[in-house]
């Protein structure tokens, strides 16, 4: 009698599977917010190990007189281009096939999810690289001179009103139309909530929230508020630079003791001098001026600890442990945070991604931004194995320096 499998229904299951892997990867952008595709066939734009962009420059705006004797002479349009290299990104999960008999969570759809997230958040650390170590800088005083003590030191309106006219300066694209050469385009602002706190101090973003906008309306797409010509973006997801400011008076200044995994709810340090029960630590080589490290993180130390060089830790990792793993040796320190707030519009990056992909038959897909999810699909001789994972091949650039300005500020959050 003929019945029905889930091989012969696979695309069905296959569905089942995509919507999940769509439903991790879609909404939650950071820095690739900043991001628009470069134009044109992205299945032959994204060939090479590099590629430039050309573009044309503007015509400035001349002093020219037209003679009654000799002839104007021309101007000669400049050529500038905008360099991308590609690289790919790409994971997976194996699972055996037993595992699918005794498992009494719904793992099977879960796994799915993590997958996608994964691949949002790889890809989007492409575009946080380019947006964190941009030239265009603003900085009320050197990133290691950061205090969260010091008021002139933090987020105020004034910053706003500076990144304001450096874009517009550079006629930076915005949100209204293309905001090329308008008097108030419209952009926006990306920070994390600490730095975002003293803003809320200022009272402007709340009066605007309460007398310009009293439905709620610009609460969208984590909009917090605008101020400005900035849509106001505070994500906790956002970079910080972990102790790359100021020390503190009771510095702590010490390594790792021993290679710690991700997940891991102690460390070991070479020192403990001056380390309390619910102070920041950031694990991580510090991030100097032009430096930028994805896998520093910062803990807390946990309430329980009273002294020794075991210190037990309250992290951002799914357990409440370590988000990454670190190798011995790794700097750990309390200075204060420096956290960058990055000023741009939606063409402030320029992306490319491969368009084509092989699939599990062997035949060519379609793909977008996100990349391409592989599988499930069994492996080993006897398909004892199910695997899962993603990839991507792509890249991200800056259109110009001018478009997009990071700034640079500590938070009274830790003074």
């Known amino acids: 009698m003929a019945q029905n499998t889930p091989t012969n229904l696979s695309d069905s299951v296959r569905v089942q599977y995509l919507a999940q892997y769509v439903m991790g990867a879609k909404p939650a952008r950071v820095y690739g917010a900043y991001a628009s595709p470069v134009p044109g066939n992205m299945a032959e734009i994204s060939k090479g190990s590099a590629v430039q962009v050309p573009f044309l420059s503007t015509l400035p705006p001349t002093r020219q007189t037209i003679s009654t004797t ?38 099977l759809a879960q796994r799915s999810r993590l997958v996608g997230e994964q691949a949002e958040a790889s890809i989007d650390l492409m575009a946080q690289d380019v947006a964190l170590q941009g030239k265009n800088v603003y900085r009320p005083a050197a990133r290691a001179s950061l205090d969260a003590g010091t008021t002139t030191h933090r987020l105020t309106d004034n910053a706003f009103k500076i990144a304001q006219t450096r874009l517009q300066a550079m006629h ?63 994500d906790p997801r956002a970079k910080v630079f972990g102790g790359a400011g100021a020390d503190n008076a009771s510095n702590v200044a010490t390594t790792l003791s021993g290679a710690v995994t991700e997940l891991a709810t102690a460390i070991v340090v070479a020192s403990a001098t001056n380390i309390v029960a619910g102070m920041q630590l950031t694990i991580g080589t510090e991030e100097t001026a032009g430096t930028h490290y994805p896998d520093n993180e910062i803990v807390w130390v946990d309430d329980s600890y009273t002294s020794g ?58 793909a977008g931004d996100m990349g391409v999810m592989v599988g499930p699909k069994p492996a080993g001789n006897l398909n004892q194995w199910a695997l899962m994972g993603w990839k991507f091949y792509g890249g991200f650039g800056l259109w110009s320096e001018g478009w997009l300005l990071r700034g640079e500020f500590s938070s009274s959050i830790q003074a």
């Open 70 to 107: 000799s002839d104007i002479v021309p101007r000669q349009v400049q050529d500038a281009t905008a360099t991308i290299t590609p690289t790919s990104r790409g994971d997976a999960i194996q699972d055996t096939e037993i595992l699918y008999t005794q498992v009494y969570t719904d793992y």
């Open 309 to 366: 060089t075991t210190i037990p830790v309250i992290g951002q990792g799914a357990n409440g442990g370590l988000k990454f793993a670190h190798a011995t040796g790794v700097a750990v320190r309390n200075a204060d945070h420096t956290y960058p707030v990055v000023f741009g519009g939606p063409a402030s990056i320029a992306k490319l991604y491969a368009s084509n992909y092989i699939s599990d038959a062997g035949t060519e897909m379609s």
């Open 172 to 234: 930076t694209p915005g949100w209204v139309g293309d905001g090329v050469g308008m008097v108030s385009p419209d952009w926006f602002a990306t920070m994390h909530p600490d730095v975002y706190y003293d803003l809320l101090l200022g009272g402007n973003v709340v009066t605007y929230g309460l007398y310009s906008n009293p439905t709620g309306a610009i609460i969208l797409n984590n909009e917090l508020g605008k101020l400005g010509a900035f849509r106001i973006v505070a």
